[in-house]
């Protein structure tokens, strides 16, 4: 089973709203990831986790919150985003941080900030 | 810096076989990924290459030239269903993906 998990599938939120992007894994993976993918773009790398702590943040800008609560589970808190936000963003995981662990990516949730 | 180039657009015919291309250049090589991603949903796992050489797996096969900078994805016998965008990524430091702007490839009867 190499399936990653994410709800909701479609989320429209106002610039005021405070929502989260749940995404989740039973591969007993123990590394989990963020991405933001723009239309016709490539995946980009937000957050890493790895052993449920933050290993990497590509920047993020602080209305971005992401959030590791066991192995198995990611979030991502969204608070005053701007239109601009509006993409797919993509979780994956892979066995571990470790050089060329294939990442496997869940479905995405389709964010549309008004 | 990470620098990941592929054709934006192809189209080859059903049965035939199509190369896509990849150049990059990179610090940090750990290793290049191919996904394969359908309009509006996830990108799939087809291939890794870290050793120079050609990795095959059915219709899928894999290219690396680690000297040139090099790879390609070779896919023969095309099918409708291949149409979709192919997504090279090089792995790089602690498994970070750096993706391409990925090759969007129609298939046509």
């Known amino acids: 089973d190499t399936e990653v998990t994410q709800t909701p599938k479609h989320l429209v939120m106002g610039m005021t709203n405070k929502k989260s992007l749940k995404c989740e894994q039973h591969m007993g993976h123990r590394a989990m990831y963020w991405y933001k993918q723009k239309a016709k773009k490539p995946p980009e790398l937000m957050f890493v986790?790895?052993?449920?702590?933050?290993?990497i943040n590509e920047s993020v800008p602080s209305r971005f919150s992401p959030e590791c609560p066991n192995s198995s589970l990611l979030n991502l808190h969204l608070h005053a985003l701007q239109p601009e936000d509006s993409a797919l963003y993509l979780c994956?995981?892979?066995?571990?941080?470790?050089?060329?662990?294939?990442?496997?990516f869940g479905p995405g949730t389709r964010l549309l900030v008004l | 810096g990470q620098n990941i180039d592929q054709p934006t657009e192809m189209t080859a015919t059903e049965g035939a076989i199509v190369q896509i291309n990849c150049t990059y250049q990179?610090?940090?090589?750990?290793?290049l990924f191919w996904y394969q991603q359908h309009a509006g949903e996830a990108p799939t796992f087809l291939s890794y290459n870290v050793l120079d050489g050609l990795e095959e797996k059915g219709r899928f096969s894999s290219f690396l030239s680690r000297s040139k900078g090099y790879s390609y994805l070779l896919l023969k016998e095309l099918q409708m269903k291949d149409s979709a965008s192919y997504l090279c990524?090089?792995?790089?430091?602690?498994?970070?993906?750096?993706f391409g702007t990925g090759t969007r490839l129609t298939v046509i009867p």
């Open positions: 990179t610090s940090g090589f750990n290793g």
């Open positions: 986790y790895s052993y449920e702590k933050l290993s």
């Open positions: 990524a090089v792995a790089s430091g602690a498994n970070n993906l750096f």
């Open positions: 994956a995981s892979s066995h571990s941080q470790g050089a060329g662990e294939t990442q496997y």
